[in-house]
């Protein structure tokens, strides 16, 4: 199927990115399917994406086979994503609302493909990351950030980008860098270069709650700069698993490794 030019889509309906919303729209048509190919074939495949905007990577999406859901707050993209559902009878359903706000699980088991919109991003991946229920509703994540926060999603310990989010996106899945994006995909371009990242479930270690896990690593790297003797003083047990593990109190959180993490929760009941 031909359909216009995203940009004579954008000129037609008077849109613009939205600073406040976090938009920044990509029109390369080479590099929308590049993005779709990340999570592997998805023809018959149920996708969940996240701020579609005009519909750029929601094309895509569609021409590799898949049946989309997207949730889009910005009202002004309503009407471009609904002439897309047109021309696309019955693989395009449209949320409007707030992403932190739905209950994604109703979408029923999915990958999730997304230009995540910058002010959200990082709060939408912790809840996907987050729930004690695994393997989780979503069968992948596929998800655009800023480089430097797609570098701290798959950073290993000891390196200066390693902090909360490798642990929590690397305890029971595999997290990978899948492409590299230039700022000037971007209209209007962002100040930074992104990354787009490709999440997988893994199989979960035993013994370890997800909520203990995340209470740890926010206390750890919350002050990072601290030793483990400092910023886990707050966490009730948590010294005395720290002995128990032979680990140094004096050792600060960024050279720790996943599993060393994963064994402090272990320890401290889940």
Known sequence: MTLPPLRDVIARHGLSASKALGQNFILDEQLLDRIAKVPGPLAGERVYEVGPGPGGLTRALLRAGAEVVAVERDRRCLSPLGELAEAFPGRLRII???ALQIDETQVGAAHIVANLPYNVGTALLVRWLGGE??????????????????????SDAGSSAYGRLAVLAQWRATA??????????FVPPPKV????VHIVPAAKPEG???????????????????????????????????????????????????????ALARELGG
């Open 96 to 98: 409007e609302g707030d």
């Open 133 to 154: 229920s695994w393997p989780p509703w979503w069968k992948s994540l596929t998800l655009m950030f800023q480089r430097e926060v797609a570098e701290r999603i798959v």
């Open 176 to 185: 990978s860098l899948a492409l590299k994006v230039h700022r000037s995909a």
């Open 193 to 196: 270069m992104s990354a787009v």
């Open 208 to 262: 370890v709650s997800a909520n203990t896990l995340k209470r740890l690593t926010a206390a750890a790297f919350g002050q990072r700069r601290k030793m483990l003797r400092r910023s886990l003083e707050a966490v009730p047990g948590a010294l005395d698993a720290l002995a128990r593990l032979d680990i140094d109190p004096q050792r600060r959180a960024e050279t720790l490794r996943v599993e060393d993490f994963v």
